[in-house]
């Protein structure tokens, strides 16, 4: 059997499967969704299954980033005005780098933070804590989204994409200077691009650290997606939820493949067991999908991973330009364009009118000449998946394109 799987070799840019080739050596199993292109030090879209290791880099900066789905009772024709519950969107939830919520969440999850034994010093642990309290239910800068659709049967759903936020992105940077000998709280320098994944042996009190850390932040992030879908249900007035998908793609899971247990890293990919739903967000203006993961040959041979989005062509500095972000006076980051990039976002906005699609935020990076066509992805994965609805956007809310983003993945 062969050890490596690639679902549309000829849509994926050949470094990202040079890089899975290096994650995954002689010995692992590895996957590349259609929807794949490279990332630190493994690829998004990949899959990695680790008899004996777990991967830092598998899972990525933005650890538990996923996505959550539910439909509600409420028609499009009994919404009302799209344009009034996109403005209370945009003003109730916060969007962007370092934001935190104007509402102060209360849930367990942050108690076992506080409670997180992780060696580094107390002040700084406090600021991690802090950090994670004051950000639970923001939703980040990039491609995290708050979307609203309806279906073909014109029922309305809300779509959310984002993850563990400041929280998560302080934990991987911990391991990794820990990955190199140093305290917990030490400043270090990522590996770039191209860099070895950085791999934690599964016997090592590093590894259990590290998963213990995984855990939490898994369950940081499933109540901040929670949270914000119930904050859109009260502005809607408190409709019916009817169906609901949950899911992250940026993690590790314990599971069996061909009769064996393995330490599964999915970054950038949609888990999907046999009877497994999943949500998969496309463009800001295209159609997502709701899927069921089948049990074909395919579907084990790929790991039963899916893609989690269209995936993109243009990197983000090609598509927005050079910008350099600078403080004034009053300490605010300041936006100005060095270099022009390929996209004019005036006309993105200009699309988004004449779609009838309420936008607020987003940004030349994010626009949809940025990413492949979600279709073409679902094609390249075959019977892996079955789509059970298709759900087209009339609300999209992102942080605006003035917004700093220094995490990565």
């Not at 780098?97 to 108690?111: A, Y």
């Not at 279709?375 to 942080?399: S, W």
């Amino acid at each position: 059997m062969t050890r490596i799987k690639i679902f549309g070799e000829e849509i994926i840019d050949p470094q990202a499967v040079e890089q899975l080739k290096t994650c995954t050596g002689t010995e692992d199993y590895g996957v590349l969704t259609a929807d794949a292109h490279i990332g630190y030090g493994h690829p998004i879209g990949g899959v990695v299954a680790y008899r004996d290791k777990i991967s830092l880099s598998g899972v990525g900066f933005d650890i538990a980033c996923g996505n959550m789905a539910v439909r509600t009772d409420v028609k499009r024709e009994a919404l009302g005005e799209v344009a009034s519950l996109m403005d209370a969107i945009e003003k109730q939830i916060s969007f962007g780098i370092g934001r935190v919520n104007n509402e102060r969440v209360d849930h367990p999850v942050i108690e076992r933070i506080d409670k997180l034994n992780i060696k580094t010093t107390r002040s700084h642990k406090q600021k991690l804590f802090q950090r994670a309290r004051d950000q639970l239910g923001t939703v980040g800068a990039g491609n995290h989204f708050v979307d609203i659709f309806y279906d073909d049967d014109e029922y309305i759903w809300i779509g959310v994409h984002f993850g563990s936020r400041g929280f998560g992105h302080n934990i991987t940077t911990g391991f990794i200077s820990v990955s190199r000998g140093l305290p917990f709280d030490a400043h270090s320098v990522d590996g770039g691009m191209f860099s070895p994944p950085i791999l934690f042996d599964l016997a090592s009190e590093t590894a259990q650290d590290y998963l213990e850390c995984l855990d939490v932040a898994g369950e940081y992030a499933y109540a901040g997606r929670e949270w914000v879908v119930g904050k859109v249900l009260d502005i809607m007035d408190h409709p019916n939820v009817t169906y609901q998908v949950h899911n992250h793609h940026n993690f590790a899971w314990r599971e069996q493949h061909f009769g064996e247990e393995y330490w599964v890293v999915r970054k950038g990919c949609t888990p999907a067991f046999p009877g497994q739903k999943g949500f998969i967000g496309a463009t800001m203006f295209d159609t997502s999908v709701i899927v069921e993961g089948t049990d074909s040959e395919t579907s084990k041979a790929g790991l039963y991973s899916t893609v989690h989005g269209a995936g993109r062509v243009m990197s983000r500095r090609k598509a927005a330009g050079k910008i350099r972000f600078k403080r004034d006076r009053d300490g605010n980051r300041k936006r100005t364009v060095i270099r022009p990039g390929l996209v004019d976002f005036n006309n993105t906005k200009a699309r988004a009118r004449q779609l009838g699609i309420e936008l607020r935020g987003g940004g030349a990076d994010e626009s949809p000449e940025c990413y492949k066509s979600l279709e073409d992805v679902l094609e390249y994965q075959g019977d892996t998946i079955k789509v059970l609805f298709r759900l087209n956007p009339i609300g999209v809310a992102m942080a605006g394109e003035d917004v700093f983003d220094p995490y990565k993945d």
